[in-house]
Antibody, heavy 113, light 112 residues
Framework: QVQLKESGPGLVQPSQTLSLTCTVSGFSLTSYHVSWVRQPPGKGLEWMGVIWTGGSTAYNSLLKSRLSISRDISKSQVFLKMNSLQTEDTATYYC???????WGQGVMVTVSS | DVVMTQTPPSLSVAIGQSVSISCKSS???????????LHWLLQSSGRSPKRLIY???NLDSGVPDRFSGTGSQKDFTLKISRVEAKDLGVYYCAQTTHFPNTFGAGTKLELK
């Protein structure tokens, strides 16, 4: 069955780089695109970016200068890297399959020294 | 960016009642292929969002027909008939017609 699972550090220091992995199963990254969405505590959802089936990417303009999304098809993994983290980047980070049909469980990331 | 305005921000409901949630977009959500990529999601407490309805009115697999979606262009509504306890949580509308994708601020459905 279709599954997505995020993994990564729960705590990141300010100004450091966040690296997250979304491991998918039950579908191919060449058939469905994957988006990253984040949710600050108690707040709503923010689309961050997407990696398309062909490997190209698109980013939220507010994050574009800090964000990079890539993938490893052979490992069925999508990667998120975001630099210069600040406290306002504290959030639960989700990966989701195209059309938001399936979501991962999310990973809570706290930015704090 | 397309702004999604959801109302009301919260709803108190008794089990068995019906409720409606409105979602209005700042631009038409009709894509060049003629389809409208407006979806409804439910996030139950402590859980990931789950899509209930896609492209305005299509129920995802396993979603009871107590849920219905209507609307066009810039004005959309989610209706829940005969609310059950498992329907409680935060409902979001989401558009994937335009980039960046955007979400409504959410409507919290809670028990009266």
């Amino acid at each position: 069955q279709v599954q997505l699972k995020e993994s990564g550090p729960g705590l990141v220091q300010p100004s450091q780089t966040l690296s997250l992995t979304c491991t998918v199963s039950g579908f191919s990254l060449t058939s469905y695109h994957v988006s990253w969405v984040r949710q600050p505590p108690g707040k709503g959802l923010e689309w961050m970016g997407v990696i398309w089936t062909g490997g190209s990417t698109a980013y939220n303009s507010l994050l574009k200068s800090r964000l990079s999304i890539s993938r490893d098809i052979s490992k069925s993994q999508v990667f998120l890297k975001m630099n210069s983290l600040q406290t306002e980047d504290t959030a639960t980070y989700y990966c989701a399959r195209s059309g938001y049909t399936y979501w991962g469980q999310g990973v809570m990331v706290t930015v704090s020294s | 960016d397309v702004v999604m305005t959801q109302t009301p921000p919260s709803l108190s409901v008794a089990i068995g009642q019906s409720v409606s949630i409105s979602c209005k977009s700042s631009q038409s959500l009709v894509y060049s292929d003629g389809k409208t990529y407006l979806h409804w999601l439910l996030q139950s407490s402590g859980r990931s969002p789950k899509r209930l309805i896609y492209q305005v009115s299509n129920l995802d697999s396993g979603v009871p027909d107590r849920f219905s979606g209507t609307g066009s262009q810039k004005d959309f509504t989610l209706k829940i008939s005969r609310v059950e306890a498992k329907d409680l949580g935060v409902y979001y509308c989401a558009q994937t017609t335009h980039f960046p994708n955007t979400f409504g601020a959410g409507t919290k459905l809670e028990l009266k």
